[in-house]
């Protein structure tokens, strides 16, 4: 047992240590400094460059409004949402399909193009089995290079408004696209890949292999261009499976070495994009004063998740059943509970959601922090969009402290007006309508319309949800479904049902408003402080990069989210954790 705790101490002392280092280079790509050998950092990746902008007639040379250039990421994301759709629904006609799967419904197609686009990768469908190697490849693939930059150019939009100058331009979106791309998220997912490739994971285009279990049973195992992806799913916060079961697969996750090299490769990127925002702005206690913020945050999810991980279940102990190894439904034991209950959270407060153990599975108390972690949003959080969150709480923390203290509030030398807290305080209270609303209507459909004649009835959603007593279990899978959608993670409580209409309609709706209403708030708030007059800082100005403001933030962010989700929590895993006693 101790040496699962050292491997937990290990996986996130080494990403921390790593993170460093990558957020100072991380600037220097966005700030066109050299790295340290003297020449431009992946400068060789110049030609590649130019030759996008060419084609796409950008000149990089030229900045944009915050208008503007909101109006490109959201034009651009949607040619590519037609773009998947329509491969999805004809891929079986396709090439590169040696397992004969089949295209996807509209329903489905629907759902798992805004999935990918949205860089939540929610999985209506089984990855081996509902996609071929030619959607994997030129759809999947594309889509989880292009989502993760679309989030770490969305963040850098907002820099200037932290600069001590009013500007009327926040920069170009392309030119922060294309050099997310070719120097930050391809560079660490060959990295990745090679690794994956070296310790079993397929990389190739070849079909289903048979083979013979010690059982003596003959099963077909399918293979693949998988080690590309599943870097990238890591390496970009995306999450989606190559393989139904995620990293819980023996080829996806194929040992302890693989488990903690993307489990360091989901978290590395969101926490160097705090070290990164504080090299940018010239700020490293700002950016320290966020890093402990989310740290905080984190430690507050995943102690409790361990330790109720590692108890076991007070209901199979009552059976006299001893569980000297933990709670292990769900695990994998090469990995074990420790591993496990760790990869949830992280999972869970990023927005990567791929898994390798089953979540529906988790413990009560393990649900929760799980459910907690999606509900705030903003502890580390996506590539780029984890920032994004958290700085609409800033806002808020900002107005509310400038008022406790009688002083006009300020951020960074411009004032924080009505404007933008409405803007922030319309993103908060979207985020819950999503959530609550989306779960209030499908549990109300379930109650009431449970024999309802449609291909997938209601009453056949809740695999998992109806033993005795009834409900918490059922409630908590359709809770997190949509938190999960909201929150642009993706991952789930597989005993739910919900490769249908109601499910795979519903939950894109939400995915879309989820993934851009945070980021369009952020970046109008931001476009609209950076026009504003600087001021600055004198003796009357509220710092905001001391301990005193994280604290402030911290409970913004916990009051907030409280207040919010609370009363649903109450009603699953609350109220399952005091079933189990």
Request: hydrophobic share 50%; aromatic share 12%; proline share 5%.
């Amino acid at each position: 047992m101790f040496s699962e705790w050292t491997g937990i101490a290990v996986m996130y002392g080494l990403t921390v240590l790593l993170a460093i280092p990558l957020g100072k280079f991380v600037a220097n790509v966005f700030a066109d400094k050299p790295n340290r050998n003297g020449g431009p950092a992946f400068d060789f990746m110049r030609p590649v460059e130019r030759l996008i902008y060419r084609l796409g007639g950008i000149d990089e040379t030229q900045d944009m409004s915050w208008k503007a250039n909101l109006l490109a990421l959201l034009t651009i994301n949607a040619v590519w949402l037609i773009y998947a759709f329509v491969l999805f629904l004809v891929q079986g006609s396709l090439p590169l399909n040696p397992d004969g799967n089949p295209s996807m419904t509209p329903d489905l197609a629907f759902n798992t193009a805004i999935s990918f686009v949205v860089n939540c990768n929610l999985q209506h469908y089984s990855g081996e089995s509902g996609l071929t190697y030619l959607t994997q490849t030129i759809v999947i693939n594309f889509l989880m290079f292009v989502s993760a930059a679309t989030g770490i150019a969305a963040l850098i939009l907002i820099v200037r408004s932290f600069l001590p100058k009013s500007v009327e331009t926040v920069g170009n979106f392309y030119v922060y696209f294309v050099k997310s791309i070719t120097r930050i998220l391809l560079p660490l997912s060959l990295l990745l890949a090679a690794i994956l490739a070296f310790n079993g994971t397929p990389a190739s285009f070849d079909g289903k292999d048979s083979i013979v279990t010690m059982q003596g049973d003959t099963v077909g195992v399918s293979r693949g261009p998988a080690a590309g992806m599943i870097a990238i799913k890591h390496i970009g916060t995306n999450g989606g499976g190559y393989f139904g079961a995620n990293s819980a697969h023996p080829l996806e996750n194929p040992n302890y070495l693989t488990n903690m090299a993307e489990m360091v490769a989901q978290v590395v990127l969101p926490i160097a994009m705090i070290f990164a925002l504080g090299f940018l702005i010239n700020r490293k206690k700002f950016a320290l004063m966020i890093y402990g913020v989310m740290t905080i945050g984190m430690l507050m999810l995943l102690v409790p998740t361990l330790i109720s991980e590692l108890h076991g279940n007070p209901a199979i102990a009552r059976m006299g059943v001893a569980q000297p190894t933990g709670a292990m439904e769900g695990k994998e034991v090469r990995f074990g509970p420790l591993a496990s209950g760790y990869w949830s959270i992280v999972t869970t407060i990023i927005s990567t959601g791929s898994v390798n153990s089953m979540h529906d599975s988790s413990m009560p108390v393990s649900g929760m922090m799980q459910l907690l972690g999606m509900m705030t949003n903003a502890f580390y959080g996506g590539c780029g969009v984890g920032i994004l969150n958290f700085y609409y709480f800033l806002i808020i923390a900002v107005f509310i402290s400038g008022l406790m203290v009688g002083r006009t509030p300020e951020f960074f030398g411009r004032k924080v007006e009505a404007r933008e807290i409405k803007i922030a305080s319309i993103v908060a209270l979207v985020s819950t309508l999503l959530v609550k609303g989306g779960t209030a209507l499908a549990a109300w459909i379930f109650v009431n319309y449970p024999e309802a004649d449609w291909a997938v009835k209601p009453s056949a959603w809740l695999n998992n949800g109806n033993a005795q007593p009834p409900g918490y279990h059922g409630f908590s899978e359709m809770l997190y479904e949509f938190t999960s959608a909201n929150a642009n993670n993706g991952s789930g409580f597989e005993g739910l049902g919900d490769n249908n209409f109601f499910w795979n309609y519903a939950t894109g709706i939400v995915l879309l408003l989820g993934r851009f209403i945070p980021i369009i708030g952020p970046v109008a708030i931001a476009g609209l402080l950076a026009k504003k007059k600087y001021v600055p800082e004198s003796s009357g100005t509220l710092p905001t990069d001391n301990g005193t403001f994280g604290l402030m933030v911290f409970a913004v962010i916990m009051i907030i989210t409280a207040l919010s989700f609370f009363p649903a929590l109450t009603l699953g895993p609350l109220a399952e954790y005091f079933s189990l006693k």
